[in-house]
């Protein structure tokens, strides 16, 4: 089966990496000058150092190539590029970026609807997946989401194998929040683990942090199982504890003293849970769902409260039921 991962990104290098072991895979560069080295070196020193590219994938800066005559194009670019690359791509396709647009404050999904039309087979991807272990082919398991269940069904089927497990949903809006809203949660993990409060602290923003996302997917129609699910805990649980996750790292380094400027510049790779805290927070309000340690992260992140007095002010709140 012919497949395309467009995005040569750490993501789209390494799922493209394991899909050629048993798909003929081709895998799309932007950036002319980066396929032809990537090709040449068969090495993404930037994004994926220390990870051989197999023979097998074929790599190009052509798209149309790229996408010719596939069963399945993923596509792998950061949220912020995703709209323009869905105008140049024909479904069935699925995404594999997790967050909202910038200044629309839309989700993948609403991209996708806008662009391709309500009734395209479209998709998305997610779950708890640092990059470098799935190039190396470690065991990972995902959730292909789609509002057409057959879809989904197939493109999970497709994606499969080897080492990756795919579980199929038709939750798209479950799955596509609680891959947006677990970033901004890292970010407070990262900042708990930051000021040295221990183990006990982070497990416990983690379970608020999961609580929230539970609160704002419901609201949104999303169903709890989903947000319990892979795609919600499993990846919330990844992104605030593993040291590979660049949301945590933005939070630890927050807590350092450092500036969010300083921080982003030296990480070299997007930190999705930046860019979504103040959607999330406006989704927040919007739906009136209570979300305490997201109204504590973009505090933060917009420099009015310092690290250390954003967790004081949790440990502050009234007692309430747990819920």
């Known amino acids: 089966m012919r497949v395309a991962v467009l995005g040569a990104g750490a993501w789209g290098t390494a799922i493209a990496c ?37 023979a097998a994938l074929t790599i190009t800066g052509d798209l149309e190539r790229a996408t010719a005559g596939i069963s399945l194009a993923l596509v792998a670019t950061p949220v912020a590029g995703l709209r323009e690359v869905l105008g140049r791509v024909k479904p069935p396709l699925v995404w594999l970026c997790k967050g909202f647009e910038q200044k629309s404050g839309a989700l993948p999904h609403e991209i996708a609807a806008e662009v391709l039309g309500e009734d395209a087979r479209f998709g998305a991807l997610s779950g708890p997946s640092f990059a470098d272990e799935v190039a190396r082919g470690l065991p990972c398991a995902l959730t292909l989401a789609s509002r057409d269940a057959a879809f989904a069904r197939e493109a999970a089927a497709i994606v499969h194998g080897g080492r990756l497990r795919v579980y199929y949903s038709a939750d798209l809006v479950g799955v596509e929040i609680g891959g947006a809203v677990k970033n901004v949660m890292a970010i407070a993990a990262g900042i708990s683990d930051g000021l040295g409060l221990g183990l006990n602290a982070r497990a416990a923003l983690i379970t608020r942090g999961l609580a929230e996302i539970t609160r704002l997917g ?20 990844l992104t605030a504890t593993g040291e590979l996750s660049r949301n945590r790292r933005v939070g630890v380094e927050l807590a350092r003293g ?56 949790l440990l502050s709140r009234d007692p309430k039921r747990e819920g």
């Open 18 to 54: 394991v899909l050629a072991a048993r798909h003929e895979a081709l895998l799309w560069a932007r950036d002319a000058a980066q396929a032809k080295t990537l090709a040449q070196t068969r090495r993404n020193e930037r994004y994926l150092p220390g990870i051989e590219i197999p």
């Open 258 to 313: 450092r500036s969010l400027s300083d921080i982003l510049k030296d990480l070299g790779h997007i930190a999705e849970g930046v860019r979504s805290a103040k959607e999330v927070l406006n989704l927040s309000v919007k739906k009136s769902v209570e979300m305490p340690v997201t109204q504590a992260v973009n505090a933060v992140l917009e420099g009015q409260i310092k690290p250390a007095a954003a967790v004081e002010r």
């Open 218 to 237: 419901m609201a949104l129609g999303a169903a709890p199982e989903t947000l319990m699910g892979l795609a919600g805990a499993g990846d919330l649980i």
